[in-house]
């Protein structure tokens, strides 16, 4: 059982809008940034976003970040059949004095 | 060219001892805080732990299910970190990445780099 909370599973056509939502309590998400992960079918985790909002050089701006209260959400637009992976979100949490992530969720490009 | 490359995974019986490696190439590995981070057979990501930099104290935290059997160290002069487990349990069982920090305690810190992992089995 994960710390954060994400839903298994998400899907979307190519050109499509998705969201994939990241929910915690207050010793994670509402006092700390969130960060966003893409994981690749047999590859190592990629930074996706970091500071809640921010994307590495390199990320495509289709991916945005958000966060308000103790709940974060990764949007992905225009969807393109190679942004189908694991996306995992995470935090540090103060209570816990460690990273917890989510549980991910496979996203399905149909 | 920047990169962690792990190593040192296998089949290890409960009650066993492994130690892992991650070798890092392309940056200041002395700087840097490096961190484990498992994941089980179709499973999520689970943090293990991280070391700070010797100049930082070099000093080491873990996650509650392995605190106390697992010990993260590391070798500046080698630019290798490693994770020494000992009590192996069933529930062990996972790909183990070592992966840097970056970011800053004012923007917030993130997992920046990410070695491909090395497979530990749990298994009698």
């Known amino acids: 059982q994960s710390v954060l909370t994400q839903p298994p599973s998400a899907s979307g056509t190519p050109g499509q809008r998705v969201t994939i939502s990241c929910s915690g309590s207050s010793s994670n998400i509402g006092s700390n940034t969130v960060n966003w992960y893409q994981q690749l079918p047999g590859t190592a985790p990629k930074l996706l976003i970091y500071s809640n909002n921010r994307r590495p050089s390199g990320v495509p701006d289709r991916f945005s970040g958000s966060k308000s209260g103790t709940s974060a959400s990764l949007a992905i637009s225009g969807l393109q059949p190679e942004d189908e992976a694991d996306y995992f979100c995470a935090a540090w949490d103060d209570s816990l004095s460690g990273w917890v992530f989510g549980g991910g969720t496979k996203l399905t490009v149909l | 060219e920047v990169q962690l490359v792990e190593s040192g995974g296998g089949l290890v019986k409960p009650g066993g001892s492994l130690r892992l490696s991650c070798a890092a190439s392309?940056?200041?590995?002395?700087?840097?805080?490096m961190n484990w981070v498992r994941q089980a057979p179709g499973k999520g990501l689970e943090w293990v732990g991280r070391i700070k930099s010797e100049t930082d104290g070099g000093t080491t935290d873990y996650a509650a299910p392995v605190n106390g059997r697992f010990t993260i160290s590391r070798d500046d002069s080698k630019n290798t970190l490693y994770l020494q487990m000992n009590s192996l349990k069933t529930e062990d069982t996972a790909v183990y990445h070592c992966?840097?920090?970056?970011?800053?305690?004012?923007?917030?810190?993130?997992?920046?780099?990410w070695g491909r992992g090395t497979l530990v089995t749990v298994s009698s």
């Open positions: 992966a840097t920090y970056g970011g800053s305690y004012s923007s917030g810190w993130y997992f920046d780099l």
């Open positions: 392309g940056f200041t590995f002395s700087n840097a805080w």
